[in-house]
């Protein structure tokens, strides 16, 4: 008997993207179980495709900026609701890349600057540092929020060169 390997979704989709010299247009979604260990399994796999991909550049930020959503999502978006789920997407069309998440709250993230003695509360402070930009937008299916995230796949460019 012949096992077939188990497969991640974006471990599929790095396979089709592996190799690139320059970052080819990618989208994958994915529901996850609302829960600390599954942002764990999905940043690793996520920083594995942008690698994979040509975006080893911004790599380390996006994924931070997308944990941190993440962790917004399953902290405060799914505390009221039992046995919830987020839902991730990743698009890239070659020149941009976007992280989004939706949870079932429809209350919205702040930017807040933290106390220097509190554990918490610099999730949106990452995002907003890294991104280029990000927001809040209503589902399609009317339920909670969805929150993104973009980017540049081009590199900065070195500090004084126009």
């Given amino acids: 008997m012949t096992e077939v390997?188990?497969?991640?979704?974006?471990?599929?989709?790095?396979?089709?993207?592996s190799d690139a010299p320059a970052p080819r247009p990618f989208a994958f979604a994915v529901a996850l179980s609302a829960d600390r260990e599954a942002i764990g399994l999905l940043r690793h796999d996520l920083a594995d495709?942008?690698?994979?991909s040509g975006l080893e550049h911004l790599t380390d930020?996006?994924?931070?900026?997308?944990?941190?959503l993440m962790a917004n999502a399953v902290v405060h978006g799914c505390r009221r609701?039992?046995?919830?789920?987020?839902?991730?997407s990743v698009n890239c069309d070659g020149q941009r890349i976007r992280f989004k998440v939706q949870d079932p709250s429809d209350d919205q993230p702040r930017v807040r600057v933290a106390a220097d003695d509190e554990m918490n509360g610099r999730g949106m402070l990452i995002v907003e540092a890294f991104a280029?930009?990000?927001?809040?937008?209503?589902?399609?299916?009317?339920?909670?929020?969805?929150?993104?995230?973009?980017?540049?796949?081009?590199?900065?460019?070195?500090?004084?060169?126009?």
């Avoid at 930020?61 to 941190?68: D, H, P, S, Y």
């Avoid at 930009?133 to 500090?159: F, I, L, N, Q, Y």
């Fill in 61 to 68: 930020e996006f994924v931070l900026g997308a944990q941190e």
């Fill in 81 to 88: 609701v039992h046995d919830s789920t987020i839902a991730v």
């Fill in 132 to 162: 280029d930009r990000w927001g809040v937008e209503a589902p399609s299916d009317g339920v909670g929020k969805s929150v993104w995230m973009e980017m540049s796949c081009t590199p900065a460019s070195s500090p004084g060169v126009a």
């Fill in 5 to 17: 390997p188990h497969h991640s979704p974006v471990e599929m989709l790095a396979e089709l993207v």
């Fill in 49 to 52: 495709l942008l690698r994979k």
